[in-house]
């Protein structure tokens, strides 16, 4: 069964001139939020959304960029890929393919010899990223099928499956391996048909069509995400019990380094963003309940359960860089966007400049973490090259 938006979304239905803004509140609600956008240097062309169960009800358009210029998400991505592989395992119609289901169940070329750890490892380990995989050879002009049988005779077990997040490009891969087979149906079509056709996203292209690379080969525009985001979020797309699932901390005692120092844990294909988390898990994480899966080039999508809504901001930046200049915005107006959903007063400027310049220096050392993750990992390895 395929989960479908419901006909009374609010959806953007023309491109909105640069610059522009489009609510359902009132100009002066959201002023606030348009000057924190506007005097925020560092980032010349973005667009920000805001939305909520019923859908669109703020969009921003500054410099160059507008609701439908396409731009490379990268790990955003993994969000898409992921709602695409849970929509399978919520199919009753699609057997054999749950979180617990083992890859060496599914696919022909994994071992099952109970004394190889690889034998063990299940699907809701690949879509937590503990599966314990890292390395893999280039995939050349492989298609998505054989790029995973591939990686998985040139990569390496190098942990316990469920005992250490390695934020790479492998375990989607392999997830995504394991829905072409219990689906029969190639990669970019479950995408397209669980994700893109009922979200309408009509501008979300693939780098490579025959090998997707389901952790950062995702090019899209601010319309089509916020329609994504909406229909996850309001559970169109995959029902409840699998939207809760890939919110849920499914290993909190597994080691979490490198990029994940500075976001937090991992739910399946999202982070569980803990900001600053640097090894210690805070309570006020649980009580927040933000989610989120931002890129390499600054793309920040973001769920907050809490406060019931959904933002994004579309942005593409310097690799590295711009994820560490779009998460000091996100940390800059997030505030404002919660007093708006409220109907509170929201923060003066002054003060939120002020509260937000005291983490700025962390944001270098976010970059570097972002960095030292993406190069310990294969993301170059897909025969698209694409990067997260």
Not at 294 to 302: A, C, D, L, Q, S
Request: hydrophobic share 40%.
């Amino acid at each position: 069964m395929l989960y479908r938006f419901p006909i009374s979304m609010l959806f953007l239905l023309s491109t909105i001139a640069l610059g522009a803004a489009i609510n359902v509140r009132g100009k002066d609600e959201w002023d606030p939020l348009r000057k924190l956008i506007e005097d925020y240097d560092i980032i010349p062309d973005c667009v920000v959304t805001v939305g909520d169960q019923d859908g669109l009800l703020f969009s921003y358009s500054k410099g160059r960029t507008n609701p439908r210029t396409q731009m490379p998400i990268a790990s955003s991505t993994k969000w898409i890929a992921g709602v695409a592989i849970m929509s399978v395992v919520a199919d009753k119609s699609v057997p054999g393919l749950e979180l617990d289901t083992k890859a060496a169940d599914l696919l022909p070329f994994w071992t099952k010899d109970p004394s190889d750890l690889r034998s063990t490892v299940t699907l809701r380990q690949m879509l937590g990223f503990v599966s314990g995989f890292e390395g893999g050879d280039n995939c050349g002009t492989r298609d998505f099928m054989q790029c995973a049988e591939h990686t998985y005779n040139t990569a390496r077990l190098t942990t316990p499956p469920g005992t250490a997040m390695e934020y790479n490009s492998i375990h989607l891969r392999f997830a995504g391996a394991m829905a072409v087979a219990a689906t029969r149906t190639p990669m970019d079509e479950i995408v397209r048909e669980r994700v893109f056709l009922p979200a309408r996203m009509v501008n979300t292209v693939w780098s490579n069509d025959a090998n997707p690379e389901l952790s950062g080969g995702l090019s899209s525009t601010a319309e089509d995400y916020d329609r994504f985001l909406h229909g996850y979020f309001s559970e169109s797309l995959i029902p409840a019990s699998a939207r809760t699932a890939m919110e849920t901390d499914q290993y909190p005692d597994a080691s979490f380094g490198g990029y994940a120092l500075f976001m937090g844990h991992y739910g399946l294909a999202n982070w569980f963003e803990c900001l600053l988390y640097l090894g210690v898990w805070r309570p006020e994480c649980d009580r927040a309940s933000i989610h989120t899966s931002p890129g390499i080039y600054g793309w920040y999508p973001v769920v907050d359960r809490t406060n019931k809504y959904y933002f994004q901001i579309a942005f593409a930046g310097g690799a590295v860089v711009g994820p560490a200049e779009s998460a000091y915005m996100r940390l800059a107006i997030k505030p404002t966007i919660d007093a708006i959903i409220a109907g509170a007063p929201p923060p003066p400027t002054d003060v939120m400049h002020g509260a937000v310049a005291g983490v700025a220096q962390l944001t270098t050392e976010f970059a570097r973490l972002f960095a030292a993750d993406q190069a310990s990992s294969n993301y170059f390895n897909a025969s698209n090259t694409s990067t997260d």
